[in-house]
């Protein structure tokens, strides 16, 4: 597998990274400003997410007038109790899907949402709390997400993720197996998959063929490692990833690309 520059994006989390290892948006200056460091940085893309106050169209704009592309965006939400939930969700679902097609993305990273107060939050990485009635209605709620981007023209990533409830490579395997190849494509992240002990390398071999685009992180496996055995709260790990300087990176598990094979598309 291959990383093309032009397929490699951001998503600047870091402007709204608080001291306590979560995010607040409200912290984040101007977009354009924001663009502005981007493109000064050397980044060609940025992770797409529309603001309320935008059209699609006038998004696109702003980034080509910064000189950035846009790259594949990201859906989550409460996994949903009722029909009421889901429905808010597949809205919110259509919505984004539809920006993304309107941007000319072919992918859009889908995930379940957590909050400070989830199971998973207090106790991540080891699949708290799991039951098998419950996975098989997230592995329902990720079918008609991605039935109803693919509507849009727009393949739906499922993207396991710490905190919520689909983060373990056992969830993992489950959900893209009960779910047909064309409704749900792969968006791994190399990070969230390994911060949980998943075989990240054999995850995205054995689905190479459903991989549309993935996120990559500068991962720390002893961290990971030690907060699973210690029973760390979400971010009690992340705090001591995200606490070095960004100028001082350093990473304890090699780059799985160069072991896994070509994606059948060329995706981020």
Known sequence: MTMRHDRI???????????????????????????????????AAVH????????????????????LAPAPGYISGPL?????????????????????????????????GMNKQAP????????????????????????RMG???????????????????????EETRFILDGVDADILSFGPDIGHLGWAGADVIGLIRDYADRVAALHIK??????????RAEAWTYQQTCW???????????STSPPPWPRCPPPSTAGW
């Not at 990485?125 to 709620?141: D, I």
């Not at 039935?147 to 490579?169: Q, Y």
């Not at 001591?240 to 350093?250: I, K, Q």
Request: charged residues 25%; hydrophobic residues 40%.
């Open 240 to 250: 001591p990833v995200c606490g070095p300087s960004p100028a001082t990176p350093r």
């Open 9 to 43: 994006a951001i998503n600047p989390l870091q402007w709204i990274a608080t001291d306590d290892g979560w995010i607040d948006p409200a912290l984040a200056p101007a977009l354009p400003e924001r663009l502005k460091v981007i493109r000064e940085a050397g980044i």
């Open 48 to 67: 797409a997410d529309v603001p309320a106050e935008m059209s699609a169209a006038e998004y696109g704009r702003l980034l080509g007038e910064h000189g």
């Open 120 to 143: 998973r939050v207090h106790r991540p990485a080891v699949g708290a709390e799991a039951t098998p009635e419950r996975l098989e209605r997230v592995r329902e709620v990720f079918a």
């Open 218 to 227: 500068d991962f720390h496996a002893d961290i990971a490692e030690r907060g």
């Open 80 to 112: 949903p109790e009722d029909e009421s939930g889901l429905r808010e969700l597949l809205d919110k679902t259509d919505r984004v899907s539809t920006q993304m097609a309107e941007l000319g993305l072919p992918t859009v990273f889908v995930a379940t």
């Open 147 to 169: 039935e109803t981007t693919k509507a849009n023209g727009v393949a739906a990533a499922f993207h396991p993720h710490i905190g919520t409830w689909a983060e373990t490579e």
